[in-house]
């Protein structure tokens, strides 16, 4: 039985929120009241992170599913295998998937796992090429040292704007916006995670690789105040080549407390193109008349919104 948090509410189609390093599902607190509103909203603490215990250690691969990753290494793909267990548990076989960061790392990994209707990446981790670029590693050490060694500290400075401004505006577009309530929170989240070394080690010298052809509609966006991951981490090669390509301005690398109305209507868009193409794909089954299938419409085919590109800027 899985030992991941979760929060489920709202009604409709399944959607899964994942977050980033050192984060927490509550992270998408802003966005999801939002997005309850159409559909079934499933926000989960990844292993080892919020209140998730980490994945525990276990001798080589699974024999009964070789596909499964090496649970001695904490990678995307292992935490990608347990969100599966979940879900699988919870009756959820063809979710919507949207996540921030290593979020999205973990929803790319998850395609292996089970068939999305969608997957929507926030400044998706990952995306470099060979090691992770230094700049991103001391960062990401920085701010762990900083939220473990000066927790008091840094709730302090984030009880006004100009100190959130100080202390979140690496992550975050607008960060005097946030209540200083979620800063904190976001604080402790980074300070108490106990998966975040473990990810790391994981992922220093590993970057996404592109598995299986992912079938699903797949929007990948960054926020245009995203100071974390610069252009050499913003590589879409590993991505299929019809990604449509999003907008989050004035949105940070952490996009969700910055405009949660951006944020949502980027998902909800991506979701709505499933709706398309299964109108689209319904329409080519259908049984058609004999003039029907005599004819030939010369015209532009039919293509996902955005611009395709192997980088974003």
């Not at 000066?150 to 209540?179: C, F, W």
Request: net charge positive; proline share 9%; glycine share 10%.
């Amino acid at each position: 039985m899985s030992e991941l948090s979760y929060t489920r509410t709202g009604s409709g189609e399944p959607m899964v929120l994942l977050h980033g390093l050192g984060s927490w599902r509550h992270a998408w607190d802003p966005v999801i009241p939002i997005l309850a509103e159409k559909f079934d909203v499933i926000a989960i603490d990844l292993p080892g992170f919020g209140d998730s215990p980490p994945l525990r250690p276990a001798q080589g691969r699974d024999q009964a599913n070789p596909a499964r990753p090496d649970a001695t290494e904490v990678s995307p793909a292992a935490l990608a295998s347990a969100v599966a267990d979940l879900l699988n548990e919870l009756g959820v076989a063809t979710p919507h998937l949207a996540g921030n960061s290593l979020g999205g790392w973990v929803a790319l990994e998850l395609t292996r796992f089970l068939q999305p209707a969608s997957v929507t990446l926030l400044s998706p981790a990952g995306l470099w090429r060979g090691r992770i670029p230094l700049y991103n590693r001391l960062s990401m050490l920085g701010a762990r040292w900083l939220c473990t060694h000066a927790e008091g500290l840094l709730y302090v400075l984030v009880g006004n704007p100009t100190g959130r401004i100080i202390a979140l505006g690496q992550t975050h577009g607008r960060p005097a916006r946030m209540s200083a309530g979620l800063a904190r929170a976001s604080i402790r989240a980074m300070a108490s995670c106990e998966g975040f070394d473990a990810v790391m080690r994981a992922t220093i010298a590993s970057p996404y690789q592109a598995g299986p052809p992912i079938a699903a509609p797949l929007t990948v966006a960054f926020g245009s105040r995203d100071l974390l991951l610069r252009r050499r981490s913003r590589r879409l090669d590993q991505l299929p080549a019809d990604v449509r390509i999003g907008s989050l301005p004035r949105c940070g690398h952490i996009p969700m407390a910055d405009n949660p109305s951006a944020v949502a209507d980027l998902i909800r868009q991506g979701s709505r193109a499933m709706a398309a193409s299964r109108v689209i794909q319904a329409q080519a089954d259908r049984p058609r008349s004999r003039a029907e299938a005599s004819a030939t419409i010369q015209g532009p085919r039919c293509g996902t919104a955005g611009t395709p590109g192997r980088t974003c800027a």
